[in-house]
Structure formats: structure tokens, C-alpha cells
């Protein structure tokens, strides 16, 4: 990744992965590049902070090698470097976040880079985003953060009012809230409470990337979470303001939610009036996770209540293999790959050229709606679908059973379970499964 000096930052580009996504960020004509160092030598401040509050916006702000043990908070536009993930390393011990782009207390922030640092020991998030836009967190390792949560009582003591639903996360490793259009990529996240949460507390969380991150061993929630919650106490709305038009691409998601029961990737619209709608899941490798590899889960819609919206979610192109078994009122009969779990019916679910195996149960549905399941290679050996619903309708035709006779034949075909699951015509053979361009070009 390359940055242009004083003179020539403006209309820079910030290449986060090559050939996938580039992101150009406008600013002022007389942009300048500040420094830190830990000794604060040469003409560079001994702190983050002291360059982020004499930084304007637009600005680019180099930090050196070292450890720099205090919170970071971003209110104005600029670009954040560090040395690289490992090598300047932001101790938030004792302190709410390593770095925090504070869009609640200023309205529009938007064009904020944080590329290259650690941030570990925070109490709550590693790196905090809340009402931002066309910003990217990419290239760094985000670790050990959420050390205030007492995991047995749910709670987050300290945890800020307009985190409504974190008590029993802090808010994991890296946190979107009522942010658009920010990209998330080639990140590292391993051992904060959960990996990467996307909520709508604070303002419709919409049209993100999450792209190429590595998301793995955060053992108390799941690897990415996309999750409607009450809205802020000071917040406009009483509804939830919701999530749609997500991109979760190209991720690795290994080993998350093994104590707490977390899926490898998560959409959750739990109660009245959440929405999470329209969001893509695709072309990631999702494994040995506490709960199913993909899941979508609602637990209440009692009538005359405000709508519950989880439709339009696509499932497409990911490898997902050898996670656990859903609990609770969301249960599968045994480990699964994917599970759409809902009172609510939920309708439009895409699930499209994934590969599932060492899994009890590929795909399992239980919610009143129906979804689309085909051309995907059911290879668990046991079940592939399983719909544990009375009511809702399963589309899952040209879906390859892991033999060339169809479901439940002889020689280690999967079979179907349930009522109202279309599965013929099947595929006779393997599918090609494709792995998709990052949508919409970014």
C-alpha cells in the first residue's frame, strides 16, 4: 500500500487488496503528513493523540514503530499508518477502545483510514466505528480486546448507552454501528470475545465490505455478526433502524464461538421490528465453528407487534465445514452448515454454489417462509436438507447429494427430511461451484 506526501494526498488512492477494491478518498488541497514516534524525536509527537488533534481534516498521520498505550479518537477525516499489524502496536489496557471513529459526536465523518497496526487489551472494542462513511480499517491485527465483559452475568460494565445489546460481547474485536459504504479487509481478529459485528443502534448500517479478513479463535460469539438491536436511548427512532446491502466476501472464518456458542457467520433479527435484510454472504471459508457455519435467527413476532424483515439474505459460493450444532429454540437434530431458524417467516433466502460437508445436517430450515437452495454440493453424507417446518417450502432442485442417484439412495447419498422440500430434478454429478467478484465492483 502506498501514500502520496504533503501536496500530493489529495485525491489519493488507498488500495486495500489488489485487483478487488480501491477507495478514493478526497482532500484539501494542502494536506500535510504528520509523524508520531514513541520518543517523539525529529519533529514527531510522542502520542497518537496529540497528532490526531493537531491533524486537519484530510490529513495523513505516520506512526512508527513501537507500543503506544492510550485510546485513539478519530473526529475528522484523515489517514491513520501505522508501520504494519505487529510493529506499531496500540496497548488500550485499561482504556474503551484502541481507536474510536466518533461519528455520533460528529455528524458526517466520513474518509477515515486505519491501516496498519495491533490494537489489543481494550475494554471494549478494539476499533470502534459509530456513524461513519467511506472509510476503510484494513491490514491490522485487532486481538485480546472486550476485557471487561464478565461472560457468567452478561454484562459490559462501562460499555457506552448507545451499545444496546453488547453485555455479553463488549462489542468484539472489530464494530460497525450506523455506518455505510466502509470497507473492513485483510484484517486479523483472533482472540477478542467475537470477531467482527456489524449493529444498527445508532443509524442504518448499510452497503459495508467486510472482504479478506482472518476471523478466527474468538471463542465466546461468532466469527461476523450482522445483528438488529434496540435503538440507542438518545437515538430518533424507537424501532430499530436495521441492516441491508452487506458484503461479507472472501473471508476466512475458523474456530470462533466454541465456549459461547457462536456461528461462523451470523445474521440476526431477534425480536419486533429488527430488520436485516438483502445482505450477501459469499465466497468465504467458514470452519469448525461453535454453531452452524451460516445462520439466520429470529425468536419472536407476536402478532399486532412491529414486523420482523430477514428476507433477500444470499448464502452463495462459501465452503462450510465441520461446525457445531445450533441450541436452544433455534436447535438443529445434530451439526449443521447452515440453518435458517425463524418465528417469523422469512421469505427469499438464496442459498446458492456453496460445497457443506462433515456436517450432520448441510442445510436445515425451521421458520414459516421458504428459501432457494440449489446447485450446491451437499457432501455431509447424512442429511443435506432437513426442513423442520410445518408450513414453510424448501426449492432445492439441481443440489448435487453426493451421488450420482439423488437424495437418500444407496451409496452414500444425502437425504431429505421433512415436508414440502422440492429436491428433483438433482445433480447427478459434483457442481462447479464459481467464486464471485467482490459485488458491485468494490
Do not use: W
Not at 467458514?286 to 452452524?292: R, S, V, W
Amino acid at each position: 500500500m502506498s501514500y502520496r506526501k504533503a501536496g500530493t494526498l489529495c485525491a489519493r488512492n488507498a488500495a486495500v487488496f489488489s485487483g478487488l477494491l480501491t477507495i478514493a478518498l478526497g482532500c484539501p488541497l494542502m494536506a500535510k503528513t504528520l509523524c508520531v514516534s514513541t520518543t517523539g524525536a525529529s519533529g514527531c509527537y510522542s502520542t497518537i493523540g496529540a497528532a490526531v488533534t493537531a491533524a486537519s481534516a484530510g490529513d495523513q498521520i505516520n506512526v512508527g514503530v513501537g507500543e503506544y498505550d492510550e485510546a485513539v479518537v478519530i473526529s475528522k477525516p484523515l489517514s491513520l499508518a501505522g508501520a504494519g499489524a505487529g510493529s506499531s502496536i496500540i496497548n488500550a489496557q485499561g482504556l474503551a477502545n484502541g481507536i474510536y471513529v466518533d461519528g455520533v459526536d460528529n455528524g458526517g465523518l466520513s474518509g477515515v483510514l486505519i491501516t496498519g497496526f495491533t490494537v489489543i487489551n481494550a475494554k471494549f472494542e478494539g476499533i470502534l466505528l459509530t456513524n461513519a462513511s467511506n472509510s476503510t480499517v484494513s491490514n491490522n491485527e485487532v486481538a485480546s480486546n472486550d476485557q471487561s465483559l464478565n461472560y457468567s452475568a452478561a454484562s459490559c460494565p462501562g460499555q457506552p448507552a448507545f451499545e444496546t445489546s453488547e453485555g455479553d460481547d463488549c462489542g468484539e474485536g472489530i464494530h460497525l454501528i450506523g455506518a455505510f459504504n466502509v470497507t473492513v479487509a485483510n484484517n486479523e481478529v483472533e482472540l477478542n470475545s467475537g470477531g467482527i459485528l456489524l449493529t444498527d443502534e445508532t443509524g442504518v448500517t448499510y452497503d459495508n465490505l467486510i472482504a479478506r479478513n482472518s476471523v478466527h479463535d474468538n471463542s465466546l460469539d461468532c466469527g461476523i455478526t450482522l445483528a438488529s438491536h434496540p435503538p440507542s436511548p438518545n437515538a430518533a427512532s424507537k424501532l430499530p433502524y436495521g441492516l441491508s446491502g452487506n458484503e461479507i466476501f472472501g473471508n476466512t472464518v475458523l474456530s470462533n464461538g466454541i465456549v459461547g456458542e457462536g456461528a461462523g457467520v451470523g445474521i440476526f433479527a431477534p425480536g419486533p421490528g429488527n430488520l436485516n435484510f438483502g445482505n450477501r454472504i459469499v465466497a468465504n471459508d467458514i470452519e469448525n465453528n461453535g454453531i452452524p457455519g451460516v445462520v439466520l435467527h429470529n425468536h419472536a413476532a407476536p402478532a399486532g407487534a412491529p414486523g420482523v424483515n430477514m428476507n433477500e439474505n444470499v448464502i452463495m459460493g462459501n465452503y462450510i465445514a465441520g461446525n457445531g450444532a445450533d441450541t436452544a429454540d433455534t436447535a438443529t437434530p445434530g451439526t449443521a452448515g447452515i440453518n435458517i431458524a425463524s418465528v417469523a417467516p422469512v421469505y427469499n433466502t438464496e442459498i446458492l454454489e456453496n460445497t457443506i460437508e462433515n456436517e450432520a445436517y448441510d442445510v436445515v430450515m425451521n421458520n414459516p417462509g421458504g428459501m432457494d437452495l440449489h446447485l450446491n454440493n451437499l457432501l455431509g453424507g447424512t442429511v443435506g436438507v432437513a426442513n423442520l417446518s410445518t408450513t414453510g417450502a424448501v426449492n432445492a432442485t439441481m443440489d448435487y447429494f453426493g451421488c450420482t442417484s439423488g437424495p437418500g439412495a444407496s451409496g452414500g447419498c444425502a437425504s431429505v427430511q421433512g415436508a414440502n422440500v422440492v429436491s428433483s430434478p438433482s445433480s447427478s454429478t459434483p457442481v462447479a461451484t464459481s467464486q464471485q467478484a467482490p459485488p458491485r465492483g468494490r
